[in-house]
């Protein structure tokens, strides 16, 4: 098993810092989901967010 997925069992939540637009075409977010368990979510203030 895994190391991501006995965290993902054990009840922690790995999440990414950044996510690129390429991360999200490559598939490689789809992998780290489905794949390495990935699934942490983490909500941003309106303040903190820059366009």
């Known amino acids: 098993m895994k190391a991501t997925q006995q965290l993902h069992d054990a009840g922690q939540s ?3 810092g950044t996510i690129t637009r390429n ?10 989901i489905t794949e390495d368990s990935i699934t942490g ?4 203030s309106a303040a903190t967010i820059t366009v």
């Open 14 to 16: 790995l999440w990414l």
């Open 23 to 32: 991360l999200l075409d490559s598939g490689t977010l789809e992998h780290y």
């Open 41 to 44: 979510r983490s909500i941003a």
